[in-house]
Nanobody, 121 residues
């Protein structure tokens, strides 16, 4: 079991920046990949970015590439999302995800409660 708790959302003007944090507990933080997803009103949850367990590999949706940066601090059991040059279309609830591959090759996903990000034009 993994517990994840997001923080850092809020209201920002277009062009501004925000940093989200996700605190994880329950298993060795450096042993699993993590990511951020978001869900805008009336839309499905979508992938934003992910990072490998070691932090060496990162992946981004095209819509956020070159604007968002994912990072993790394994010593603090914390995942970050630095969001720059924010646009109104970035408005959504942002969810932290922990993805664990079990020894039986099952994928277990753990989600936080989400944090609201609102970008005004």
């Amino acid at each position: 079991q993994v517990q994840v708790v997001e923080s850092g959302g809020g209201l920002v003007q277009a062009g501004g920046s925000l940093r989200l944090s996700c605190a994880a507990s329950g298993r060795t933080f450096s042993s699993y990949a993590m990511g951020w997803f978001r869900q805008a009103p009336g839309k499905e949850r979508e992938f934003v970015t992910a990072i490998s367990a070691s932090g060496r590999n990162t992946y981004y949706a095209d819509s956020v590439k070159d604007r968002f940066t994912i990072s993790r601090e394994n010593a603090k059991n914390t995942l970050y999302l630095q969001m720059n040059s924010l646009k109104p279309e970035d408005t959504a609830v942002y969810y932290c995800n922990a993805r664990i591959l079990t020894v039986t090759m099952r994928i277990d996903d753990y989600w936080g409660q989400g944090t609201q990000v609102t970008v005004s034009s």
